[in-house]
């Protein structure tokens, strides 16, 4: 039996650039347009490490882009520990490497990409981080005024890979999901977007991750997606 994913419906997305254009762009943030996806793994291998435990690459793979509870469950396990504290301790050392600005690396092309699109179309950013963290890097990144919704982990019933977190975020900005664009970075992520009808572009940043999407990008400075998302109407 064959383990490849179903195909995905045809999609404006088939033909690039495509001679579509959408009515709202949902992005995703980490991994996607700040490498904090980066350094939260940083902070997961080194608790491991304190703990001589490793994760396999299986495991890593596929908590990649979940919410912090799943993530600190899997780690929890591992090292014998209560989810609960590891959540605390995990959650404090992601925290003080996110602390300054320094510690938001923008990933090509991702707040260049964000601020073009937001001058034409409504734009969310929908993340399985938590309200407090999500609302940090937006402030730190500039983006907290430039975007028109931002959904967090607590603002859903059930985060990504559920399509929860892309049906409020279209519903916040007013848009039926399947005229609405996706960009995302993650297996998990990606499973959310097309489970809620968006279509899809993905840009994976972290090794091992193969995503299912419509059209996937090797960045987002692609000069492609640049004239194309250049030649939209403005329509806000």
Known sequence: MSSEPAPLPPSPLDTWPPAWSPSAVVFDFDGLLVDTEAEWIRVQDAYLAMHDVRMDAATRREITGRAAEV???AIGALVG???????DELLAAHR???RDRDGL???PGGLETVRAVAAKRPVAIASNSPREMLDHKLA???LVDVVDAHVAVEDITAPKPAPDIYLHAARLLGADPA?????EDSE???????EAGLQLITVPSLEGQRPRAHRRLDTLEDP???EWIAGWEVRR
């Open 179 to 183: 005229q609405s664009l996706g960009f």
């Open 140 to 142: 730190a990144t500039g």
């Open 96 to 98: 003080e490497g996110l």
């Open 188 to 194: 998990t992520g990606a499973s959310a977007a097309v």
């Open 71 to 73: 993530v600190v469950t």
């Open 105 to 107: 690396v923008p990933l």
């Open 224 to 226: 492609v997606l640049q």
């Open 81 to 87: 520990k209560d989810p609960q504290l590891v959540g």
